[in-house]
């Protein structure tokens, strides 16, 4: 297995020549093999072991004996205990879950702060074939039933090819000691039901079951590559980026067969759960929404237009004392005395300085907002600006007014008010930016 592990590097995995390895050793026999493989081949490695004291003094007992082997080879070791059953209740997280995220959020961290490159996993074959399906039983799409990958970021996974009796048959020839978990055992869990249950069968059923496997996912990850090329292709057609935002053209989009499947690829990255909300909203009318927990899909008119979701924020209110003010919360806005020609754009105005008060403030709007529109007879209320403006909701949730005491001085980037214009008989004008 040495020499096929070996070939299967330098094939696979090059690029972890001279790089900084942090090996996750839980001290079972996969990841007691995936050690003594690359300490055998020389690699720059350090170990890391995680302590997540569920099964008391045998916890304890994996934890010593992860420590007495990395002292024995002389390697760099991190060791850490979570109370994993605090941060699941804390978290409503299943145990299962509280311990990934626990993990893989401190492995990180090693990265980082220690400058490593990679952090490698003992996940193999076997591992590959439960994962599949449980995800198959659950319900899943394409995605789901590709495998765990070999590499994602800076995880790698060199031991997939290979199945748990090739590991424990190398572990037995070359006398590497492991700890069994005795949870391992038990039927409490559903992977576990279906390594002592089903897997047993399907190898029975078919002696080569694992090689056929193999070529499943192989020409499952193909027809995903396949997918992805042609989801981005699509995306260049229907979506633009715009500052935060992407917008997405729902007239291109709808002459596209199975534009669900397409949605659902831009989108599943973003934590949407609500699929059927999504596709509904590009029939529904303008300004309903659609929430994740990081991000907001809003349906305006032919579009659909996905930002970050932001804390509301209608009360923030920023004062501005004096002229020759520079603001740079919540934009950069410049006031300053002004003498010679306009120079007149939408990120200017100039307005006379004894028609307004300070403190100046900036708001965001509210309802029942009137104000008297630059080039316009009489007021109007702002709501209503907003619609003849074609105004998303996102738009008008991120519009800054300009104001002095209660009256709009300006509706920032879009529209002065007519009471604070300058005439030719002005004394003295005062020139607003927004930069």
Same mark, same amino acid.
């Given at each position: 297995m040495l020499t096929k592990f070996q070939h299967h590097i330098e094939q696979n995995f090059s690029q972890l020549k001279d790089k900084k390895l942090l090996l996750a050793v839980s001290g079972g026999v996969d990841s007691m093999v995936l050690l003594?493989?690359?300490?055998?081949?020389?690699?720059?490695?350090?170990?890391?072991?995680?302590?997540?004291?569920?099964?008391?003094?045998?916890?304890?007992?994996?934890?010593?004996?992860? #420590?007495?082997?990395?002292?024995?080879?002389?390697?760099?070791?991190?060791?850490?205990?979570?109370?994993?059953?605090?941060?699941?209740k804390e978290n409503k997280l299943s145990?299962?879950?509280?311990?990934?995220?626990?993990?893989?959020?401190?492995? #990180?961290?090693?990265?980082?702060?220690?400058?490593?490159?990679?952090?490698?996993?003992?996940?193999?074959?076997d591992d590959n074939v439960e994962t599949f399906l449980i995800n198959f039983t659950r319900g899943t799409g394409l995605e789901g039933l590709t495998g765990i990958p070999t590499q994602n970021g800076n995880i790698i996974r060199p031991l997939l090819p290979f199945s748990r009796e090739e590991i424990e048959n190398y572990a037995l020839e070359n006398k590497i000691q492991w700890r069994e978990d005795s949870s391992n055992a038990s039927d409490k869990y559903f992977r576990n039901k279906l390594r002592h249950d089903v897997v047993p069968i399907l190898k029975e059923l078919n002696t080569g079951f694992l090689s056929s496997f193999q070529k499943t996912i192989s020409h499952l990850n193909d027809t995903k590559g396949m997918a992805d090329d042609a989801s981005y292709i699509v995306y260049k057609e229907v979506a633009t980026e715009i500052e935060d935002t992407i917008n997405f053209d729902l007239n291109k989009l709808l002459q596209i067969p199975n534009y669900k499947t397409y949605l659902h690829s831009f989108l599943k990255q973003y934590d949407f759960t609500a699929w059927n909300d999504i596709y509904d909203l590009v029939t529904a009318q303008s300004g309903k929404q659609v929430f994740s927990n990081t991000h907001v899909l809003l349906?305006?008119?032919?579009?659909?237009?996905?930002?970050?979701?932001?804390?509301?924020?209608?009360?923030?209110?920023?004062?501005?004392?004096?002229?020759?003010?520079?603001?740079?919360?919540?934009l950069k806005l410049?006031?300053?005395?002004?003498?010679?020609?306009?120079?007149?754009n939408?990120?200017?105005?100039?307005?006379?300085?004894?028609?307004?008060?300070?403190?100046?403030?900036?708001?965001?709007? #509210?309802?029942?907002?009137?104000?008297?529109?630059?080039?316009?007879t009489g007021k109007k209320k702002l709501s209503k600006y907003f619609k003849d403006e074609k105004y998303?909701?996102?738009?008008?949730?991120?519009?800054?007014?300009?104001?002095?005491?209660?009256?709009?001085?300006?509706?920032?980037?879009?529209?002065?008010?007519?009471?604070?214009?300058? #005439?030719?008989?002005?004394?003295?004008?005062?020139?607003i930016e927004v930069k």
């Open positions: 003594d493989l690359f300490y055998k081949l020389r690699f720059d490695i350090c170990v890391v072991h995680c302590n997540f004291q569920l099964r008391g003094k045998e916890s304890d007992g994996d934890e010593l004996f992860v #420590q007495v082997k990395s002292k024995k080879l002389k390697v760099k070791s991190y060791f850490i205990r979570f109370d994993t059953e605090k941060y699941s145990i299962q879950i509280a311990a990934r995220k626990l993990r893989y959020n401190w492995f #990180q961290e090693l990265l980082s702060e220690n400058q490593l490159d990679y952090l490698v996993t003992a996940h193999h074959l349906k305006d008119r032919n579009k659909l237009i996905l930002s970050e979701r932001k804390a509301a924020s209608n009360n923030e209110v920023y004062f501005i004392d004096s002229i020759e003010s520079k603001v740079n919360i919540p410049s006031i300053t005395r002004f003498s010679g020609g306009k120079d007149v939408s990120n200017c105005i100039f307005v006379d300085e004894d028609k307004i008060k300070f403190p100046l403030t900036i708001r965001k709007w #509210q309802e029942g907002d009137e104000f008297y529109p630059f080039g316009m998303s909701l996102l738009d008008k949730e991120n519009q800054w007014l300009l104001c002095s005491a209660d009256q709009i001085v300006w509706v920032i980037g879009k529209r002065a008010d007519n009471r604070f214009k300058t #005439q030719k008989t002005t004394q003295n004008i005062i020139k």
